[in-house]
């Protein structure tokens, strides 16, 4: 993502954070959210790290320790929020890219990025999620499926901008198993006996 892309995309976000919550309080996104951690939360263990964690959903939804998570936000107005509700959990305020380069050596058990936080990621980068990731450990990451962009974040030229940077190819190519959810694609190695038929 480009300098100005990056900001663009943060000062949403940091507008976005104000009403985030309410927005997805109607009972649509809750079903949603429900059928997410179903298939999820069995697989959330060990040391968390939560790309794009926002608000802090994902706390919101599964019993993690303070010492087992850490969340990655390049939205100051999000991080903001999820300190309200969860005062004391360990978050940085960065992109993945950033974090990784200044953090090299952690690993977790457990790597997520929900409803389309890795979607801004660099496509350089999506190997590096796997170099963070313990031996026995598991990841679920939501890009946009194809043709899917939040109308809240996109103008024509931000999806055009968008298309360039995903790519689908290489998510299939990287990561052990893709299938649709909504409007995601997810990348995972949770066994795909225990994720919805395709």
């Not at 936080?117 to 796997?130: D, G, N, T």
């Not at 679920?140 to 809240?152: D, I, W």
């Amino acid at each position: 993502m480009s300098a100005s892309e990056q900001d663009r995309v943060q000062a949403i976000y940091d507008e976005f954070a104000k009403s985030y919550d309410d927005h997805y309080a109607s009972a649509e996104f809750q079903e949603e959210d429900l059928a997410l951690f179903k298939i999820l939360s069995p697989w959330i263990r060990g040391k968390v790290l939560d790309l794009g964690c926002g608000t802090g959903l994902t706390l919101t939804y599964n019993d993690i320790s303070k010492d087992d998570y850490l969340g990655i936000d390049p939205s100051a107005g999000m991080l903001e929020k999820l300190q309200a509700k969860f005062p004391g959990f360990a978050t940085v305020n960065s992109t993945f890219e950033k974090w990784s380069e200044s953090d090299k050596d952690s690993k977790f058990e457990t790597i997520i990025g929900l409803f389309g936080a890795p979607a801004y990621f660099a496509k350089e980068s999506y190997a590096e999620v796997l170099e963070r990731l313990s031996p026995k450990g598991h990841y679920f990451l939501m890009f946009y499926k194809p043709g899917y962009f939040p109308a809240h974040i996109y103008t024509e030229e931000d999806k055009a901008a968008a298309k360039a940077r995903i790519d689908y190819d290489l998510i299939n190519s990287t990561f052990e198993t893709t299938f649709i959810f909504t409007n995601y694609l997810v990348a995972t190695n949770i066994p795909a006996e225990f994720l919805p038929a395709r």
